[in-house]
């Protein structure tokens, strides 16, 4: 009876970290149902916690710590569904795991404080396949079942951000490297957003034309042969793509076999 006391309050305060009273009101039924299991298999977990409030921490190493932001999805999924209360076959939620690469210690050994490990830290991309239909609390529980079997098959992401946190030797380092990458990210994205606007107005421009030749074959095909030449007069020597096609058109009338 002791110990069942024991494993309640246990359960009780895991449930409080993971999600303050104020969500906890908000949680639609099957997020209930799935706080269940989560907060069961954390209280069971050799490798994940849920000591720092609306988180939870999966050691990855002696170095590494994996942290999934519960309270920031389950909050995202609620506002998610006040949204689409009709639900459409095409809406679906995010499925994404938010979750940060964070490090544990350094090479010296020294466990850093955790306010030291969150500026250490970045986000990883975590996409959960085929569980548009999960609750979040049942993600999280998919999570720490995960983290405790070691993270078997973990996505390239999650690899790449573990590798670029363990990289540097100091504090210093990391954030001037994570700069470096921001600084590039922005610029890649600017360059992105260019060629987009460019190709976009080569299309309007190219649609334009395609416009432009078709209202003048349509002016043609009413013309007779003198007012063709005319037209023609008129384009000869001046420059442009848009104006040689029309001349180019003008000239098939006049002399077809020339245009063959």
């Known amino acids: 009876?002791?110990?069942?006391?024991?494993?309640m309050i246990e359960?009780?305060?895991i449930e409080g970290n993971l999600a303050p009273d104020d969500l906890r009101g908000m949680m639609p039924k099957e997020e209930w149902k799935?706080?269940?299991l989560l907060v069961s298999v954390l209280h069971s977990s050799k490798v994940c916690t849920s000591i720092e409030e609306g988180r939870i921490v999966a050691s990855y190493d002696n170095e590494i710590e994996v942290v999934l932001l519960f309270e920031s999805m389950l909050r995202r999924r609620i506002d998610w569904l006040s949204a689409n209360s009709e639900r459409s076959p095409l809406a679906n939620p995010d499925c994404h795991l938010h979750v940060i690469v964070r490090r544990r210690s350094i090479e010296t050994g020294q466990i850093l404080h955790?306010?030291?490990?969150?500026?250490?830290?970045t986000g990883a991309c975590i996409v959960a396949t085929q569980a548009e239909n999960l609750p979040v609390t049942d993600l999280a529980a998919t999570f720490v079942l995960w983290a405790d079997s070691g993270?078997?098959?973990?996505?390239?992401?999650l690899k790449e951000q573990i590798s670029f946190?363990?990289?540097?030797?100091?504090?210093?380092?990391?954030?001037?490297?994570?700069?470096?990458?921001?600084?590039n990210s922005m610029l890649i994205a600017e360059y992105r957003r260019r060629a987009a606007r460019e190709e976009a107005m080569?299309?309007?421009?190219?649609?334009?034309?395609?416009r432009l030749l078709q209202e003048a074959a349509d002016q043609f095909g009413m013309m007779g042969w003198r007012q063709v030449m005319e037209v023609d007069r008129e384009l000869e020597g001046v420059p442009g793509d848009l104006n040689e096609s029309i001349r180019a058109m003008s000239r098939s009338i006049?002399?077809?076999?020339?245009?063959?």
């Not at 955790?114 to 830290?121: A, E, G, Q």
């Open 165 to 183: 946190v363990k990289g540097p030797e100091s504090y210093e380092e990391f954030m001037e490297e994570k700069k470096r990458l921001e600084r």
């Open 1 to 7: 009876m002791v110990d069942e006391n024991r494993r």
């Open 34 to 36: 799935g706080l269940t």
């Open 11 to 13: 359960w009780m305060a």
């Open 114 to 121: 955790p306010r030291h490990r969150d500026k250490w830290s």
């Open 151 to 157: 993270f078997p098959k973990e996505p390239v992401t």
């Open 202 to 210: 080569m299309r309007h421009q190219e649609e334009e034309e395609r």
């Open 254 to 260: 006049l002399d077809p076999e020339e245009a063959k």
